[in-house]
């Protein structure tokens, strides 16, 4: 067989994101006798014959940690090239378990926060910087970032001012991710409501991102843009902005996404809207089947309040996106 034309098939990989109720990860470091030593990574290991990724995370978790799964959700899959070998590392959010964690193998172990340059080399979560971070594990460092609800805005029905009292009760109970969304608003009068919302937001360290609109997301100092699915079809390269969304109704739009190395993607409708009561809707299990395998965090939309939030995780959602359910009172 000719080698230039071979194809190898990836190597297989479970690996967990452990995660507690503070929002602080672990990390572990690879052993001197392994490839790649004294490299930070997500612990976890190659998928043996037969097992599914599920099957492979609690066993890597059992034989490296010494701990029992016990809630695990399905998240997101990464494709890396190393020189030696090409793997697919299929993530899980694991966020109960049972045992404490003990180095079976001999590994460092490191707490971290998202977005947070200290690190913690005990079980204790003592601040220090660890470093060299395996490579393939870098994004989802950023995709830790996201929180788990993302907000669009509606001022076309509570009114500028009804929508920046309820904004601010809602940074107030910790929404930390919007969507400045409103279609029909003249330019002139968006371009103002963007700076006050930015301005109140950046007071409570939440990101907005202007949907559509890269010109005006620049012009105000946003922090990113969200791209209508024909907007993601038009695109050629990311846009040059801190934080891309997309919102996608079908598998080829969430691969594009990926593709692009966006950030994060809006996947819907999961159920009959208000605004589009008759229009085809996904469901839980279409919904899932087009979430899995997908490179970059999910978002579930579509007529769901925060109740689903669970189910959206058991379906491998990063989290819902809400417009009406999330400016209630």
Known sequence: MNNSIKKTKPVEVAAAVLQCPDGSFLLAQRPPNKIWPGYWEFPGGKIELGETPRHALVRELREELGIEVETAYPWVTRVFTYPHATVRLNFFRVTEWLGELHPREGQRFAWQRPAAPTLSTSLEKEQVLVSPMLPANIPILRALELPSLYAVSNVAELGIEEFMRRLEGALNNGLRLIQLREKNMPRARMRTLSQRVLEL?????????????????????????????????????????????????????????????????????????????????????????????????????????????????????????????????
């Not at 846009?239 to 996947?267: I, K, M, Q, T, Y």
Request: hydrophobic fraction near 45%; include cysteine.
């Open 201 to 329: 937001a950046h007071a409570y360290d939440a990101k907005i991102l202007v949907n559509d609109d890269v010109e005006l997301a620049r012009e105000i100092g946003a922090d990113g843009v969200h791209l209508s699915s024909v907007q993601l079809a038009a695109c050629c390269t990311r846009p040059d902005l801190p934080w891309c969304g997309a919102s996608c109704h079908n598998a080829e739009e969430l691969h594009r996404a990926g593709d692009l190395g966006l950030d994060f993607a809006v996947l819907g409708t999961v159920f009959p809207t208000r605004s589009h009561p008759g229009a085809a809707h996904l469901g839980w299990e279409a919904f899932g089947k087009i979430a899995a395998g997908s490179a970059i965090p999910v978002y579930a939309l579509g007529g769901l309040s925060r109740d689903d939030m669970g189910e959206a995780w058991r379906r491998g959602a990063h989290g819902i996106a809400l417009l009406r359910q999330a400016w209630g009172g």
